[in-house]
């Protein structure tokens, strides 16, 4: 007997599940129970004896981890669902009705009305500490960024001097140690340039020292002359908050290096033999980023699969005699469409054969860089897949099948499919904002030669004044 026991999962609420069999008649529904030992034996126990159980649910924040392995562990088949898909199969059914109940109804009967649609569990997704660990690093790096945004906007307070002498975006050692102690103009003019030349010197070891610090004093009395003639700035606050900021970099910074080396050790556990590093131009960090996304790349149907998991397969669109393939349909995890975008544009540096289609899609299709890179990079992942399936590292080949080494392919690449600074310019496109800057608005449609209207642009004029 086959049955569906369709689960709809709440993180803090009572879950609902409902028993459907192979027909799609309903044995009971609406069973309430929460994570715990208890209430999911008494969920089993009402399970028929000898019955093979298909497990249905959406993949609920994480909720749904832990219930999946106690239900895989009794031997049930348990089936992820994208939650897009079983709302638009709930709102065919029910367009003005939501409830717990009908979702897991709705659950249990979906093998029989989408039978496709299904993706049986082969991973448990967050409890693998390698993907984690892989996420856990691009939210720290994003934090890091907004943190050195926000000390950007804090040095700029204080003049365009200190950004060209300290520079911006990534500050180095050098400059966080400067920023942390003496933030404000007079507390580093306070310190003087013998001071301030062994603190450069000591932070950038030997790379910064005396015409560093005379840079930076001269910076100093710019800002003091600036907030001088235009009713002055709190330096001492405006450097305790630098400072502040300084300090969180740092210590994101800190954690940002741990995470790395510990990622560095779960991959070299999950990829003994290096296959997805063997890539051209991919290190342990590109690696472990696409690895820990995927997961085992062997569960895919085939290579297909694959590259419709990444997401930069383009959209169809066919009616009849009509073709229109749109952009890529942005499917799946954006963390490895970013890592697979890197990796293909480090790949096609050392790769002839990726070269040689990036070239043909830049120059001879005329198509920007970006989008070229998003065309590579499905068939990069398909590469690093089929290498993984048989287990077999990558293999390095000229356009003519011939066996090449890393050296040779990067020369190759550098001599035929070079893209000179002028196409990439006539292949730039101004972005949307940019485009509509310039265009006239309903209130504003006077040409570029005229001046200026005075009054309105669209005059109100009463009914007397028309009579």
Sequence with gaps: MQLRLGVDLACRAAHQASLADEQGKFIWSGWRFTTTTADLEKLWAKVPEG??????????????????????????????????QSADLRDYYN????????????????????????????NLGPAEPLRRAVRHRSAIQKRRGQAMQRLDALVELLGPGWADVLGSGDYTKAALAVLERWGGPRA?????????????????????????????????????ALWEASGGLDFSELAQDIAAEVR??????????????RIEALYKEADPTGIVESAPGLAT???????????????FANLSGVRAFTGLVPKVDQSGLDDNPRGPTKAGDPGLRQALYLAADHARK??????????????????????????????????????????????????????????EGR?????????????????????????????????????????????????????????
């Design 51 to 84: 019955a093979e159980l298909t497990v249905v649910m959406e993949p609920t924040r994480n909720a749904w981890v832990p219930v999946a392995a106690w239900l895989g562990a009794k031997g049930a088949k348990v089936v992820l669902v994208p939650p897009e």
């Design 350 to 407: 050392v790769d002839p054969t990726l070269a040689e289609r990036y070239y043909r899609l830049v120059v001879h299709k005329g198509k920007h860089h970006n989008s070229a890179l998003c065309s590579v990079a499905p068939v990069l992942m398909g590469r690093i897949a089929a290498c993984w399936r048989n287990g077999t590292r990558y293999e390095l080949r000229d356009t003519d099948g011939r066996v090449i080494t890393e050296d």
């Design 188 to 224: 580093l003019k306070k310190a003087g340039q013998k001071r301030v030349a062994a603190l450069l010197t000591k932070a950038s070891r030997g790379h910064f020292g005396k015409d560093k610090a005379e840079e930076l004093l001269l910076a100093a009395d710019e800002a003091i």
């Design 411 to 467: 020369a190759i690449c550098a001599e035929r499919y070079k893209v000179t600074p002028e196409l990439r310019a006539k292949r730039r496109k101004a972005s949307a904002a940019k485009t509509l800057k310039g265009r006239a608005s309903r209130r504003r449609k006077e040409s570029a030669e005229a001046a200026p209207a005075s009054g309105p642009s669209e005059a109100q004029t009463s009914p007397h004044e028309a009579a």
């Design 95 to 122: 367009k003005h009705t939501k409830t717990d109940k009908l979702d897991s109804r709705l659950l249990a009967r979906l093998p029989l009305l989408h039978p496709e649609g299904l993706r049986e569990v082969d």
């Design 248 to 261: 969180i970099v740092r210590a994101l910074g800190a954690e940002l290096a741990a995470i790395e080396k």
């Design 285 to 299: 960090t590109l690696a472990a980023g696409i690895l820990g996304r995927t997961g085992d790349l062997g569960r």
